[in-house]
């Protein structure tokens, strides 16, 4: 009937998963691990078994350094795949989200940033997984039964995460945590990505004033 049939997938969301290099992660985590004991003893959970967060500005801190750099390959990387023609971006805010079992963090997004991301220290068997939602909201005014589940006719996509992984997303999409129900903490490190200077040079006109263009944007 058909000479032949594709199916081309227009206008797809980038989720990029990087696996930092073991010996890298370890001295990543170990870091990470002698740096959670000395800011937990300054500034401790407010409530036992809750979730504890560090101060957002862990970029500017020296036991980070090496997790800056390892942000900013992966930056330069995506940059390329995605032909941006700057090199010039900063590491604007980076904290660590400890998450004991039990404690999940809801549906969000990263206003003001370009691209966001997370690195595991730990990753609990049950609590190793962020979910992205589909941020369109008219994908399911229609949604029938689905035989099978698949990135065409879901709303929500979980990916497995395992120590020393880093995902990194668009800042607009929609992501959350389910609960841990591993049995011990859930340690990550967030952290937002933005243009070094968007108002003084990207956020110009692309167009050229008295040039003909379709891309007066
Ligand atoms: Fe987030």
């Known amino acids: 009937m058909f000479e032949e049939k594709d199916t081309i997938h227009i206008f797809p969301y980038p989720v990029w998963l990087f696996n930092v290099e073991a010996d890298r992660a370890d001295r990543l985590n170990q870091k990470a691990h002698a740096s959670i004991e000395k800011m937990r003893k300054a500034e401790p959970s407010g409530i036992p078994g809750s979730h504890w967060q560090s101060p957002n500005d862990l970029q500017d801190n020296d036991d980070f350094a090496d997790l800056v750099t390892t942000i900013r390959d992966a930056t330069k990387e995506i940059f390329s ?112 990505v933005m243009f070094e200077s968007y108002g003084e040079t990207i956020s110009r006109p692309k167009w050229t004033f008295g040039q003909s263009t379709d891309d007066r944007s």
């Open 81 to 192: 795949e995605l032909h941006i023609a700057t090199d010039k971006f900063l590491v604007t805010g980076m904290w660590i989200n400890l998450r004991p079992p039990g404690t999940q963090h809801p549906a969000h997004t990263h206003p003001n940033n370009y691209l966001s991301g997370t690195y595991y220290v730990t990753a609990p068997s049950g609590g190793d997984a962020i979910v992205f939602r589909d941020p369109r909201p008219e994908t399911n005014i229609i949604s029938p039964q689905f035989s099978e589940q698949n990135e065409l006719n879901t709303r929500e996509i979980m990916v497995p995460v395992k120590p020393g992984a880093m995902v990194m997303f668009p800042s607009w999409l929609p992501h959350f945590v389910p609960p841990n129900q591993g049995d011990t903490d859930r340690i990550s490190i967030s952290f937002n």
